[in-house]
């Protein structure tokens, strides 16, 4: 464009000079060797600039022709390189693509026409082509020769990572990570790498350190950089909670304040301020994170904020979140294990009826199984709710690596840092309750006969049921001992009998929701779950009638029907007696 202007100026006075003269007529005369020339201003001129084009002419023809051997070079030069970068082109491609052997012979073409010294990225096609022809050491010497190469050292080092991941190196995988992390911290592959790494050590302070060298480059989204500073720090609050809780304290609610509704900060800082004895403080974190996510471990940590409060100070505490956090599930399922430990029954029932209106969940139904248990003690209401607590949805917990822990940590099982969810685990697939169903009447309850007694005598043989095998034992004197004998076990699927019915017999929770589902029994032999996974069962109810029969063509014993009532038959008599079930 420059260029252009400058001819188009040079042109314009050009002709400017040419018509000034042509206005001012005069003659030029020259006397040279006796002759004398004569001729007018404007043919001197013409002269004059002609003369001096004939020469940049005949300057530009003799330049051109000494150094045409030099400019032939580069135009074939130029050519060379422009077929190397096109090979190199389509081979990238083709390495893209999948297609190992289009790619190879693109890269060999490249490396003809093209110096690997001026372009690294053949090495780079070079290397992709060798891992996908399954050449993995020509690839992990290529990726070396590039991390050489200070151009290419952050290429280089991410092929070898890579490599050593595939190959299970952890410890090579880290030290490629971490070379990678020091020259470029804001690589995303090399820093979560080398962050999980020194999470996995327990070095938080230089975890800190490489959070902040990230947060610095500012290439990353600040809410990552907010959330991986949390949780480091709620790490080392952990840590160092026993023996330092006032570093504990500082770290926690820094972590706090940077994540407000992340629990785990929460509750490390709550702790740490109770040791500081700083309660009020400590409760003021715990509400405005349950405000925010409402939690079980939140609702723990609050209720027993003092230990000397009593049970119902326990209570008014619970009634304060549920007031927090209005028609939740945790909220009425923390009333309702505060006013079951305190006595309050009426009040710990409605309030876990209420959480299974609004989610029915497991725990609920344990929770109505233990106010059963500790106000009627009718074992017929407690097997119920045990019952519907096996089919009900699970409660959330912290899952990470499809594995579930009590806790939360930093790091998962694998490595992973920051890894943990709190969510509902996803392994039940049978058939669960909703909440039209959950709350059905209960079975009524009813005293034993007359005459009934735990040491009486029972005519009612003992049923085993065993992997491919059912056996039924004469019937046991000793009340006592049949209560121990007694037992049908039943491995792999989940099968509901009718036909046996369990001794009333004070459980504890864990133990007593195993042993609930009791409805039916399939007459055929249970197949053998130990060959093949265990998979959800519909529903198998036999008649009754069916099943008695066989028992009674296989030992030659008639039983008399069970009803199919869970709780205490209204007309057993003395002859009757309960048979424990059992579920291994």
């Keep these: ?121 053949i090495h780079l096609l070079d290397a992709q082509a060798a891992m996908l022809e399954g050449d993995h050491e020509t690839a992990r010497k290529k990726f070396a020769a590039m991390a050489e190469d200070p151009e290419t050292r952050l290429l280089g080092l991410r092929g070898l990572y890579l490599e050593a991941e595939r190959l299970g190196e952890r410890e090579a995988a880290e030290h490629y990570a971490g070379e990678a992390a020091k020259q470029a911290p804001q690589l995303g592959w090399a820093s979560n790498a080398a962050l999980a790494i020194r999470a996995r050590e ?40 026993d023996s330092d809780p006032t570093t504990a304290r500082s770290a926690a609610l820094e972590a706090h304040k940077l994540q407000p509704e992340f629990v785990p900060a929460a509750v490390t800082a709550a702790k740490a301020l109770f040791r500081n004895n700083e309660l009020r403080k400590a409760a003021k974190v715990l509400e405005s994170t349950w405000k925010k996510e409402p939690h079980p471990e939140l609702a723990d940590a609050y209720l027993h904020a003092r230990p000397g409060d009593s049970t119902h100070d326990r209570l008014d505490r619970a009634r304060k979140l549920r007031g927090l956090k209005p028609n939740n ?48 003690g009718e074992q017929g209401r407690v097997r119920h709710w045990l019952q519907k607590a096996l089919r009900a949805p699970r409660d959330p917990a912290w899952i990470a690596d499809g594995q579930v822990s009590e806790r939360w940590a930093p790091v998962s099982p694998s490595g992973r840092f920051d890894a943990y969810e709190w969510r509902v685990p996803v392994e039940r697939l049978a058939p669960v ?78 133990e007593a929701a195993a042993a609930a589902p009791v409805t039916d029994v399939k007459p055929e032999p249970v197949a053998d779950t130990a060959a093949e996974k265990p998979k959800p069962v519909a529903d198998t109810t036999v008649p009754a009638t069916a099943h008695r029969k066989r028992l009674a063509e296989e030992d030659k014993v008639k039983r008399p029907p069970i009803p199919d009532d869970p709780g205490v038959d209204p007309d057993d008599d003395d002859t009757k007696t309960q048979q424990g079930f059992r579920l291994f």
């Design 1 to 121: 464009m420059f260029r252009i202007l400058f001819y188009f100026l040079l042109i314009f006075a050009l002709g400017l000079g040419f018509a000034w003269l042509a206005e001012r007529p005069g003659d030029l005369v020259v006397t040279f060797g006796g002759y004398r020339y004569e001729v007018t201003l404007m043919v001197a001129a013409v002269l004059l600039v002609g003369v001096v084009a004939a020469v940049m002419i005949t300057w530009w023809l003799l330049k051109s022709i000494w150094y045409s051997p030099k400019t032939v070079a580069r135009h074939f030069r130029v050519r060379r390189r422009d077929r190397g970068y096109q090979a190199l082109s389509t081979g990238l491609i083709a390495a893209g693509a999948g297609d190992g052997g289009v790619a190879r012979r693109m890269g060999a073409q490249a490396s003809k026409l093209i110096s690997s010294d001026q372009e690294p990225l």
């Design 202 to 241: 327990g070095e938080w302070d230089s975890a800190l350190s490489l959070v902040d060298a990230q947060k610095s480059a500012k290439h990353q989204d600040k809410d990552a950089i907010k959330r991986r500073r949390a949780v480091l720090l709620t790490a080392k609050a952990m840590e160092v909670l």
């Design 329 to 376: 599930v945790e909220s009425e399922l923390a009333v309702a294990r505060a006013a079951l430990e305190a006595g309050e029954y009426s009040e710990a029932r409605k309030a876990a009826e209420a959480a299974i209106r609004i989610a029915p969940r497991e725990s609920a139904f344990l929770i109505l199984a233990d106010i059963e248990e500790a106000e009627t």
């Design 433 to 510: 309750l909703d909440a039209n169903d959950a709350l059905e009447p209960l079975p009524a309850i009813s005293a034993p006969p007359a005459g009934a007694s735990s040491a009486g005598k029972s005519d009612e043989p003992e049923i085993v049921v065993e992997e491919g095998l059912t056996e039924v034992k004469p019937p046991v004197a000793d009340k006592t001992k049949q209560d121990e004998a007694a037992t049908t076990s039943v491995k792999g699927d989940m099968v509901q009998a009718d036909e046996v019915q369990e001794k009333p017999k004070a459980q504890p929770k864990a």
